[in-house]
């Protein structure tokens, strides 16, 4: 008899090989052609919203890992909240105005740029936009995320477009937008302002000078015995080129302050600062006379070194000991806390550089020339006349445009800013930043610095590409309109128009009919400026939350990378609390960048780039996944082929492990074979509380956004609690017992359970995966078309008491130190299968008492012939001595008896003369299966 016919081998078609790469696209069309998407959101309708906003990536270029792990994430939130049974939204977004949009038209176009109006330009950056939408889409689309993909938002549309305005008009209705002459961060490749987020810092070599400016009156012998005459306040910087633009010198004023005196000429620096200052300068044979506070000095003018110009000796808080001499060189018209004291002290905001970086003719000595290259030159005029002590490089951290990757400059222009201390504003948003969840829980902190301690908002741009500035003026009395009237007509013509309706229609077209000013002049001027693109993502809220009936207001989640803090996040917030007093969210999530294997930042000059796609086309989209899953998003994340190749075999082996499952359920149909969950063996209702368990671990896990712990315990629980446990111990009972026998349907009433919740629980994160294993499920009647219409199980009904979980765990515990003593004795060749084996086991007593009841079962818990429970080993020859378990010795012998046909278990008892070969067991199991 062929006894391998008589057993319940898996039957499944289910395949081994993945063949993800294949597969995936033909999953992917499935969902789109069954509109699976929209079948999710037809049937979450009605039930509690969870509302997660999209921050909108800029549409240029292909998508690259920080996108895929971006959008990746936001996938598991979505389809986690829907399975939990939330109405939960995805509605995609991009920003399509602004600088890296215009810079690449700007570079197809070259030098025929200037020979295009500002109209056509427009036009093309809104083709390129459009063009580059289109392919992010499909690129996000092959990552297997589930969105409104056909209908997004995107900053370009008219409607968005009207948002935008509408909600500037609020600003400029509450008396909160102004125009002013401030230093702001100016790219001069570019020739725009730059915003906070658009400042990237890097290394950068830089002059380092310390100049003397002579006194030139108010000295009342604060220092006494100084002549005046050859007194001197020593200022360093290491932007030679801002000295023509120096107004004032700046001391603090509770500072100490010293004169140093050299070769019969005295120069005042800061007190504690002295010592160093002259072993740099190497003036060996130099003295300090004298001290006074900074106050005492305020008020005595210096002669500008070499421009006839004074510059008055001022206080301010913002001196310190680190660096320098603290005497701070002030140009009110080059930095932001030079512009603060400036005002405080009546300065000019004086700027003498123009858009392109050159000075204005207005310059002596340096008119017509860029202003790093005339640092050399001022260098060398001031050592000329005298006014140099040294002169040297330093390599230090310095702002680069993020677009050109240049270093920018520090310039005062006329821009229109958003006031951070008027009406309250930074001062609600610093509480509302209190009342929002931070994950992790430093971005709080972070974003809070940021926000204390910013300057009023710039928002114009000097670009055509983005949404006007809609602020009109009055030719005559020069008055801006502010009229709610006016600007609400403003917002229907950009509703009906576009944006671009402004830049191409005259002043008085954007008026209401016949409408005038209060001085009864009828001419206007139209502002010309953009506004910020961080103000156009910013209003996102305003346009998707609020818009759209399947979303409410505030969301309940952002997230982003976290650079964002200080862009999306924080304009965002900006621009709700001024418009609405309140955050536009309750958490805020961020996660770190990738790098490469090695730790390091991916950049193509490196040549350490990975792209999403070559991933895809090696491993498939489920491997990028799985990847985003294993990984702690919250700090930088590592990406490398080797990391790519562990997670395949990890994937490989959660795909074995439903293979199993599958093949072994083929015959199982839950309405007429399922065991009552009170029935089950107790090994089978022990497994299912071990789900239970991870189930409940997982869950918490995914409310608190720690992915990494859902791959972690899932990956174990198929390794460790199925492979290495469970399913190993099942597979006797599955294929030897009789088909229909309580016993093999009590396991495959458990493995159902196993099958469906897992499936279920891994959707999220595998989600072609667990749609192929759902599509194999055959047996399951209440099994929706797709795991994504499903929701999470309900495992409330699972109970096992704690002192059998107590036992089963020392029995997982046993089993793992017997396997241990097994593999010794496999080495030394004594056996080869573990069935070839007799386990004799010394046992401390508190296990014993554990095991009572259970011995006979021990032999097919370890999958061995035979166990002996022994008083003691003493007399073995090899022991193997547990180091895990107290008091828990193994020995390992060859079984006795004769090897079965059937089960391949040994035994010792007389057999059958009709099937001398196999043991009593499977005879009784035969007999059993044709009853």
Same mark, same amino acid.
């Given at each position: 008899?062929?006894?391998?016919?008589?057993?319940?081998?898996?039957?499944?078609?289910?395949?081994?090989?993945?063949?993800?790469?294949?597969?995936?696209?033909?999953?992917?069309?499935?969902?789109?052609?069954?509109?699976?998407?929209?079948?999710?959101?037809?049937?979450?309708?009605?039930?509690?919203?969870?509302?997660?906003?999209?921050?909108?990536?800029?549409?240029?270029?292909?998508?690259?890992?920080?996108?895929?792990?971006?959008?990746?994430?936001?996938?598991?939130?979505?389809?986690?909240?829907?399975?939990?049974?939330?109405?939960?939204?995805?509605?995609?977004?991009?920003?399509?105005?602004?600088?890296?949009?215009?810079?690449?038209?700007?570079?197809?176009?070259?030098?025929?740029?200037?020979?295009?109006?500002?109209?056509?330009?427009?036009?093309?950056?809104?083709?390129?936009?459009?063009?580059?939408?289109?392919?992010?889409?499909?690129?996000?689309?092959?990552?297997?995320?589930?969105?409104?993909?056909?209908?997004?938002?995107?900053?370009?549309?008219?409607?968005?477009?009207?948002?935008?305005?509408?909600?500037?008009?609020?600003?400029?209705?509450?008396?909160?937008?102004?125009?002013?002459?401030?230093?702001?961060?100016?790219?001069?490749?570019?020739?725009?302002?730059?915003?906070?987020?658009?400042?990237?810092?890097?290394?950068?070599?830089?002059?380092?000078?310390?100049?003397?400016?002579?006194?030139?009156?108010?000295?009342?012998?604060?220092?006494?015995?100084?002549?005046?005459?050859?007194?001197?306040?020593?200022?360093?910087?290491?932007?030679?080129?801002?000295?023509?633009?120096?107004?004032?010198?700046?001391?603090?004023?509770?500072?100490?302050?010293?004169?140093?005196?050299?070769?019969?000429?005295?120069?005042?620096?800061?007190?504690?600062?002295?010592?160093?200052?002259?072993?740099?300068?190497?003036?060996?044979?130099?003295?300090?006379?004298?001290?006074?506070?900074?106050?005492?000095?305020?008020?005595?003018?210096?002669?500008?070194?070499?421009?006839?110009?004074?510059?008055?000796?001022?206080?301010?808080?913002?001196?310190?000991?680190?660096?320098?001499?603290?005497?701070?060189?002030?140009?009110?018209?080059?930095?932001?806390?030079?512009?603060?004291?400036?005002?405080?002290?009546?300065?000019?905001?004086?700027?003498?550089?123009?858009?392109?970086?050159?000075?204005?003719?207005?310059?002596?000595?340096?008119?017509?020339?860029?202003?790093?290259?005339?640092?050399?030159?001022?260098?060398?005029?001031?050592?000329?006349?005298?006014?140099?002590?040294?002169?040297?490089?330093?390599?230090?951290?310095?702002?680069?445009?993020?677009?050109?990757?240049?270093?920018?400059?520090?310039?005062?222009?006329?821009?229109?800013?958003?006031?951070?201390?008027?009406?309250?504003?930074?001062?609600?948003?610093?509480?509302?930043?209190?009342?929002?969840?931070?994950?992790?829980?430093?971005?709080?902190?972070?974003?809070?610095?940021?926000?204390?301690?910013?300057?009023?908002?710039?928002?114009?741009?000097?670009?055509?590409?983005?949404?006007?500035?809609?602020?009109?003026?009055?030719?005559?009395?020069?008055?801006?309109?502010?009229?709610?009237?006016?600007?609400?007509?403003?917002?229907?013509?950009?509703?009906?128009?576009?944006?671009?309706?402004?830049?191409?229609?005259?002043?008085?077209?954007?008026?209401?009919?016949?409408?005038?000013?209060?001085?009864?002049?009828?001419?206007?001027?139209?502002?010309?400026?953009?506004?910020?693109?961080?103000?156009?993502?910013?209003?996102?809220?305003?346009?998707?939350?609020?818009?759209?009936?399947?979303?409410?207001?505030?969301?309940?989640?952002?997230?982003?990378?976290?650079?964002?803090?200080?862009?999306?996040?924080?304009?965002?917030?900006?621009?709700?609390?001024?418009?609405?007093?309140?955050?536009?969210?309750?958490?805020?999530?961020?996660?770190?960048?990738?790098?490469?294997?090695?730790?390091?930042?991916?950049?193509?000059?490196?040549?350490?780039?990975?792209?999403?796609?070559?991933?895809?086309?090696?491993?498939?989209?489920?491997?990028?996944?799985?990847?985003?899953?294993?990984?702690?998003?919250? %700090?930088?994340?590592? &990406?490398?082929?080797? #990391? /790519?190749? =562990?997670?395949?075999?990890?994937?490989? $082996? +959660?795909?074995?492990? *439903?293979?199993?499952?599958?093949?072994?359920?083929?015959?199982?149909?839950?309405?007429?074979?399922?065991?009552?969950?009170? %029935?089950?063996?107790? &090994?089978?209702?022990? #497994? /299912?509380? =071990?789900?239970?368990?991870?189930?409940? $671990? +997982?869950?918490?896990? *995914?409310?608190?956004?720690?992915?990494?712990?859902?791959?972690?315990?899932?990956?174990?629980?198929?390794?460790?609690?199925?492979?290495?446990?469970?399913?190993?111990?099942?597979?006797?009972?599955?294929?030897?017992?009789?088909?229909?026998?309580?016993?093999?349907?009590?396991?495959?009433?458990?493995?159902?359970?196993?099958?469906?919740?897992?499936?279920?629980?891994?959707?999220?994160?595998?989600?072609?995966?667990?749609?192929?294993?759902?599509?194999?499920?055959?047996?399951?009647?209440?099994?929706?078309?797709?795991?994504?219409?499903?929701?999470?199980?309900?495992?409330?009904?699972?109970?096992?008491?704690?002192?059998?979980?107590?036992?089963?765990?020392?029995?997982?515990?046993?089993?793992?130190?017997?396997?241990?003593?097994?593999?010794?004795?496999?080495?030394?060749?004594?056996?080869?299968?573990?069935?070839?084996?007799?386990?004799?086991?010394?046992?401390?007593?508190?296990?014993?008492?554990?095991?009572?009841?259970?011995?006979?079962?021990?032999?097919?818990?370890?999958?061995?012939?035979?166990?002996?429970?022994?008083?003691?080993?003493?007399?073995?020859?090899?022991?193997?001595?547990?180091?895990?378990?107290?008091?828990?010795?193994?020995?390992?012998?060859?079984?006795?008896?004769?090897?079965?046909?059937?089960?391949?278990?040994?035994?010792?008892?007389?057999?059958?003369?009709?099937?001398?070969?196999?043991?009593?067991?499977?005879?009784?199991?035969?007999?059993?299966?044709?009853?």
């Amino acid at each position: 008899m062929e006894y391998k016919e008589t057993l319940n081998l898996p039957v499944t078609d289910f395949p081994m090989k993945a063949n993800l790469v294949k597969k995936e696209p033909e999953v992917l069309k499935q969902w789109e052609a069954e509109d699976l998407y929209g079948q999710i959101r037809k049937e979450k309708q009605g039930r509690p919203m969870y509302v997660f906003h999209d921050g909108p990536p800029y549409a240029n270029g292909h998508i690259h890992m920080g996108h895929a792990l971006n959008k990746i994430l936001k996938d598991f939130v979505v389809k986690f909240q829907s399975m939990k049974g939330y109405d939960a939204t995805f509605v995609p977004g991009w920003d399509c105005h602004g600088l890296p949009i215009e810079h690449q038209v700007g570079k197809e176009l070259k030098k025929k740029k200037k020979d295009f109006s500002k109209s056509e330009i427009r036009k093309l950056c809104r083709e390129y936009a459009a063009k580059f939408v289109d392919i992010q889409r499909e690129e996000f689309k092959r990552l297997g995320v589930f969105a409104s993909w056909d209908k997004p938002y995107l900053t370009m549309d008219y409607s968005y477009e009207a948002t935008i305005v509408r909600e500037f008009s609020k600003f400029i209705e509450q008396g909160m937008v102004y125009k002013g002459l401030k230093p702001v961060h100016w790219c001069v490749q570019c020739r725009t302002a730059l915003a906070e987020a658009e400042v990237e810092y890097d290394n950068h070599r830089s002059p380092s000078i310390y100049v003397k400016f002579p006194v030139k009156s108010g000295w009342n012998d604060q220092l006494e015995g100084l002549d005046p005459s050859k007194t001197h306040f020593v200022i360093w910087t290491t932007t030679p080129w801002t000295l023509p633009a120096n107004l004032a010198i700046c001391l603090h004023p509770d500072f100490e302050y010293t004169a140093v005196s050299h070769q019969g000429e005295y120069w005042i620096v800061a007190k504690e600062l002295a010592q160093g200052l002259m072993e740099e300068w190497q003036v060996k044979d130099a003295k300090t006379l004298g001290k006074c506070s900074g106050k005492d000095l305020e008020g005595v003018v210096c002669r500008h070194p070499f421009i006839e110009r004074e510059s008055p000796v001022i206080l301010g808080e913002h001196v310190t000991l680190e660096q320098g001499t603290g005497c701070v060189h002030t140009a009110p018209g080059h930095g932001q806390e030079d512009y603060v004291v400036g005002q405080k002290y009546g300065l000019d905001t004086y700027n003498p550089v123009d858009d392109a970086g050159i000075f204005k003719p207005v310059v002596e000595h340096f008119a017509g020339q860029f202003v790093t290259k005339a640092n050399p030159n001022i260098v060398e005029k001031l050592q000329a006349d005298g006014f140099l002590i040294t002169s040297s490089e330093i390599e230090h951290s310095y702002p680069h445009c993020w677009r050109c990757h240049q270093p920018i400059i520090f310039r005062a222009t006329a821009q229109w800013f958003i006031p951070m201390d008027k009406d309250g504003l930074r001062a609600n948003a610093l509480a509302e930043i209190n009342k929002t969840r931070w994950v992790p829980h430093w971005g709080r902190e972070r974003i809070y610095s940021m926000v204390e301690n910013r300057p009023d908002w710039c928002v114009s741009r000097q670009r055509a590409w983005g949404v006007p500035i809609t602020v009109l003026t009055c030719k005559q009395c020069e008055k801006q309109v502010t009229s709610p009237e006016v600007m609400s007509h403003i917002v229907k013509l950009v509703e009906q128009n576009g944006a671009d309706f402004w830049f191409e229609k005259d002043a008085e077209e954007l008026l209401p009919s016949g409408y005038q000013c209060s001085c009864g002049s009828k001419e206007f001027i139209k502002e010309m400026d953009i506004l910020d693109v961080w103000f156009d993502s910013g209003v996102s809220h305003a346009a998707v939350l609020e818009g759209d009936p399947n979303m409410q207001w505030p969301a309940d989640l952002y997230l982003e990378g976290s650079d964002q803090h200080r862009g999306w996040f924080h304009s965002s917030l900006l621009e709700s609390v001024g418009t609405r007093s309140a955050a536009p969210y309750k958490t805020v999530l961020t996660h770190g960048y990738v790098v490469d294997g090695k730790g390091k930042k991916m950049s193509k000059s490196a040549g350490n780039v990975i792209a999403p796609q070559k991933i895809i086309d090696q491993y498939g989209a489920e491997i990028l996944r799985l990847w985003v899953a294993s990984e702690n998003y919250r %700090e930088d994340i590592r &990406i490398s082929h080797e #990391i /790519l190749k =562990r997670l395949t075999e990890a994937y490989r $082996k +959660i795909r074995n492990t *439903f293979r199993f499952l599958l093949g072994n359920l083929s015959d199982f149909d839950p309405k007429s074979d399922a065991v009552p969950m009170e %029935e089950l063996e107790e &090994i089978d209702r022990y #497994i /299912l509380y =071990r789900f239970r368990t991870v189930s409940e $671990k +997982i869950m918490k896990a *995914f409310d608190d956004f720690e992915f990494h712990v859902f791959y972690h315990s899932f990956y174990n629980f198929c390794i460790v609690d199925l492979s290495a446990f469970y399913l190993d111990i099942l597979k006797d009972r599955l294929y030897t017992y009789p088909r229909n026998s309580k016993g093999r349907r009590s396991g495959q009433t458990a493995m159902n359970e196993l099958l469906k919740g897992m499936a279920q629980l891994m959707a999220p994160v595998l989600s072609f995966t667990s749609e192929e294993v759902w599509s194999f499920m055959t047996s399951q009647s209440d099994k929706t078309p797709s795991v994504h219409l499903s929701s999470f199980p309900d495992l409330s009904r699972i109970s096992f008491p704690d002192h059998l979980a107590d036992k089963w765990e020392k029995i997982s515990q046993l089993k793992g130190e017997v396997s241990k003593a097994l593999e010794l004795r496999r080495q030394e060749k004594v056996i080869g299968h573990s069935l070839d084996a007799l386990v004799r086991l010394e046992l401390p007593e508190s296990l014993k008492k554990i095991l009572e009841g259970d011995q006979d079962e021990l032999k097919f818990i370890f999958i061995v012939s035979a166990v002996e429970i022994a008083g003691t080993l003493k007399g073995e020859t090899e022991v193997y001595v547990s180091e895990a378990m107290d008091g828990v010795k193994i020995a390992v012998h060859s079984a006795p008896g004769k090897k079965c046909d059937r089960c391949w278990n040994y035994f010792v008892e007389e057999p059958t003369p009709e099937h001398p070969s196999i043991c009593l067991r499977c005879v009784k199991n035969l007999e059993s299966a044709k009853a």
